[in-house]
Structures are given as structure tokens and as C-alpha cells.
């Protein structure tokens, strides 16, 4: 199970303390006073180690941390993470923690996190325990009165829906598109030399075709006008299958944008990936030889059972997954899974489909998790809705992106390119 941070703490590492004690100290209010504002401004506060505690900690807790070398270009502002051992990160619209699982195991503190579901938060909370999560409508999340600290990357997943070839396609129109807007928003709510160096965003690759690349313009200018730089080349479009070894056709669009303030240009390019010669097979993940629990079976007379069997039978393998959509069924070819999505749990469209010697069943919530990435030991989950762990998990970020994505930005802002 992932943790943030472990208390203990090397005493060869006081001078190293004494400056996460100082950053500290700069970054805002203690958590007395983020608990009284939080009391005022009617936000859900979850529980996270005392701020003093915490830093002593994180500073004792530094094995890797690599002294930035004098050789390097001095940074263009007294940047956090040019005197920390550790680097920081918040997320916003954190969901149940895809992109913070990811920055953790790059080794980012994870230092807040907001969403306004309140099982995702609770399932956030559930795996990240030392985290701050804000519970709140981002529309009412103030950097001020939320006390949200200076942190090294800022990560937003923001809703997709609106921009998705599958949605509306309504873009900033529909209101859950709109919340893209509260980015800039809150970065705007930080001191410039406060703000975050890195932003990554994540959202669907429909955001760079033509046909919609007003949306993305605005993006770029509201960035932009934030104090970052950003266009297209610092983009990464990619699919987990490439990427990862994780078999799941899932295609996401990354942004990076790197603050003026620290950098001379954006220093971000794209991981290099394995172009899918690392990928697993299905089979590690699905399990065909123990039965699921009987409700993620069909029952013979549903007529789901009926279209997904008769498909079973017209396709190329029983052993590939087959995903209800509206009024048909796709088979999933190449030993992939196909995109997993946040209404797989309701039943309706999108959901995989397996046949093993006990009928048709759906994946599990184990499978699903594993194919977005999750640790197949940790301890996902608090006592929910089965239906609302599918939702949470296919809205995630898949963690093994995040990871990648995490670890670029660590040695970025490790090694301070320019
Ligand atoms: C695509 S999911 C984010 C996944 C997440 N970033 C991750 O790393 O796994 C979008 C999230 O936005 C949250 N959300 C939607 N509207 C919101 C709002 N008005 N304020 C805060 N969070 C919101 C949803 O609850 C959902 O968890």
C-alpha cells in the first residue's frame, strides 16, 4: 500500500531540515488556523500529519535526494525544490488518487488534494492518508482560505466529458468543461514566485484535432497568461498500451507547463516509451480460472447475456474481452482491454465482458484496478458502492502514465534544466 511519508528521520540531515523547517514556515498557515479557516468556509478538511512533524520527517526520509550540483544553471527564482530534499505535488480533481499514485512512486510528497465527490475523497483518503484532501466544489476552493500550499508540480485531471469524441463535445460550454477554468484560477490565487513550477493536465487526446483546437488554444492562452510556458511540443500524446506494460487501450492527452518564473524555456519532452514491447499479457491480469462473485455474472436469461454470447460465438476468441456498447457488442481484439471507463459498474455500455468455465461475468474491481495501473497488494478501497469503485476507477488517471510522467518531472526539477 503506498504511504506518503515515514516518520523517523536521519540526524545527519539537520541542515536539510532546518530548510524544509524554513519553507515551511513561508508556505502558509499552521493547521490550526487551516482548520479554523476551514471551519469558516464550510470545507470537509480530512485528516494530515501535523505540518512540523511532517517536514522534520520528509526531511529525515530523503535517501535519494540528489544535492543539486553548483555546475547547473541557478534558477530563475528561489524556486521550493531548489532547497528541499523532497519534491511536492497537489492535485486537483484528484479522483481516487490515479495521478497521485503515479507521483508518489516517482517520489513526490503528495501535499493536498481536492474533489467535490465525496467517494472519491474518501477513497483518496483511504489510500493516502497522510494527505490533506479539501471536499469541496473546486469553484469554491480559495488558495487562501483553503490554505493551500506552495508545491513543486501542480496535477489536474480535469473532467473530460465535454471534450471527448464519445461526449458532447461542447467544450467550455457544458459547465464540466468550464472547470478547466479553475486552474488558472487558483494559480492566479498563488504569490508568482509561489505558484507552482510544473502543471500537468490531463484530458483526451480530441483536444488536439483540428476541428476542436480552440479549446486547446484556450488552454495555451490561459496558461500562458499564468506565467507559464506552454504549447503544443510540450504535449504527450499516448497510449498506455505503448507506454506501459499494462494491456489496456486507453488513449490520454498530458499537458506540461513550466513556470517562467523557474525556467528559461519548457524543459518537458516526452517520455521515452517501450512502444508496447513491454506489454503484459491480458492474462496476468484477467483471472479465468477463479470464479467471480456471483453478482458480476449474468444471469443466462438477460438479455445481455444473450447479445454478449452470441457475439462470443461470431468472434475471434473466446478469450478476448467483449465490451457492451449501446446496442451491440465489440469484441476486443490484440489480447487488449479495451478503454475502461467511469459508468462500467451501472451495467449499460461499456462494460468488459470475460467467459470463463462459470459463465459471462464482467471484469472485477481487482482487474480493473490492476489494468489502470493500481498495486495489485495495496488497499484500494474503503467500504463503498461496488458500482461507485468502478466509476472512481475508470475516471482515474492510469497510474502507470502518471508514474512516468512523475519521473520526468522529478529529474526536470531535480537537475533544474532550463
Ligand atoms: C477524470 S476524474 C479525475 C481523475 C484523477 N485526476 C486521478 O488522478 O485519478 C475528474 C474528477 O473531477 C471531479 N470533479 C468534477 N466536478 C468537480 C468540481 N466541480 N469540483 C471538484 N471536483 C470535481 C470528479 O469528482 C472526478 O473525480
Redesign the pocket.
Known amino acids: 500500500m503506498t504511504r506518503p511519508v515515514t516518520p523517523g528521520g536521519d540526524p545527519r540531515a539537520s541542515g536539510r531540515i532546518v530548510a524544509v523547517v524554513a519553507r515551511v514556515r513561508r508556505h502558509g498557515p499552521d493547521r490550526a488556523t487551516q482548520s479554523s479557516l476551514a471551519h469558516k468556509t464550510g470545507t470537509r478538511l480530512r485528516e494530515a500529519p501535523p505540518r512540523g512533524s511532517s517536514a522534520v520527517a520528509v526531511a529525515g526520509d530523503a535517501p535519494g535526494y540528489t544535492q543539486v550540483s553548483a555546475d547547473l544553471p541557478a534558477p530563475l527564482s528561489n524556486s521550493s525544490f531548489a532547497e528541499s530534499p523532497r519534491l511536492t505535488a497537489g492535485?486537483l480533481?484528484?479522483?481516487?488518487?490515479?495521478?497521485?499514485a503515479g507521483l508518489v512512486a516517482a517520489g513526490f510528497d503528495v501535499r493536498w488534494a481536492?474533489?467535490?465527490?465525496a467517494f472519491?475523497c474518501t477513497t483518496f483518503s483511504h489510500q493516502f492518508p497522510g494527505v490533506r484532501v479539501v471536499e469541496k466544489?473546486?469553484?469554491n476552493v480559495h488558495v487562501e482560505t483553503d490554505a493551500l500550499e506552495s508545491v513543486d508540480v501542480l496535477a489536474a485531471?480535469?473532467?473530460?466529458q465535454s471534450f471527448s469524441q464519445a461526449g458532447n463535445r461542447l467544450g467550455f460550454d457544458d459547465p464540466?468543461g468550464a472547470?478547466f477554468f479553475e486552474i488558472p484560477r487558483l494559480l492566479g490565487g498563488f504569490q508568482p514566485d509561489r505558484r507552482p513550477a510544473l502543471v500537468i493536465l490531463?484530458n483526451v487526446p480530441n483536444l488536439l484535432v483540428a476541428a476542436h483546437k480552440s479549446w486547446f488554444d484556450q488552454i495555451q492562452r490561459k496558461l500562458r497568461q499564468s506565467g507559464y510556458w506552454f504549447r503544443e511540443t510540450s504535449c504527450w500524446r499516448v497510449n498506455v498500451k505503448a507506454a506501459t506494460d499494462l494491456p489496456q487501450d486507453r488513449d490520454r492527452l498530458f499537458m506540461v507547463a513550466a513556470s517562467r518564473r523557474h525556467f528559461r524555456r519548457n524543459p518537458f519532452s516526452p517520455p521515452a516509451v517501450a512502444n508496447g514491447t513491454g506489454r503484459r499479457p491480458l492474462a496476468d491480469f484477467v483471472d479465468r480460472s477463479k470464479r467471480g462473485s456471483d453478482d458480476a455474472y449474468l444471469p443466462p436469461e438477460n438479455r445481455y447475456h444473450k447479445m454478449i454470447a452470441k457475439a462470443m460465438e461470431a468472434g475471434t476468441s473466446v478469450d478476448n474481452i467483449y465490451q457492451l456498447r449501446r446496442s451491440y457488442v465489440r469484441e476486443k481484439k490484440g489480447n487488449l482491454c479495451p478503454t475502461l471507463t467511469a459508468n462500467m459498474g451501472r451495467g449499460g455500455h461499456n462494460v468488459p465482458f470475460i467467459r470463463d468455465q462459470w459463465g459471462i461475468r464482467r471484469l472485477s474491481v481487482e482487474e480493473v484496478a490492476q489494468l489502470q495501473g493500481f498495486d495489485s497488494k495495496a488497499d484500494l478501497f474503503p467500504d463503498i458502492p461496488t458500482h461507485e469503485k468502478y466509476r472512481l476507477l475508470g475516471?482515474?488517471?492510469c497510474v502507470g502514465l502518471?508514474s512516468l510522467l512523475g519521473a520526468e518531472c522529478a529529474s526536470i526539477l531535480r537537475n533544474r534544466l532550463p
Open positions: 492535485c480533481f484528484c479522483g481516487m488518487g490515479g495521478f497521485a481536492n474533489d467535490s465527490n472519491a466544489d473546486i469553484r485531471g480535469f473532467p473530460c464540466r472547470l490531463e475516471n482515474a488517471v502518471a
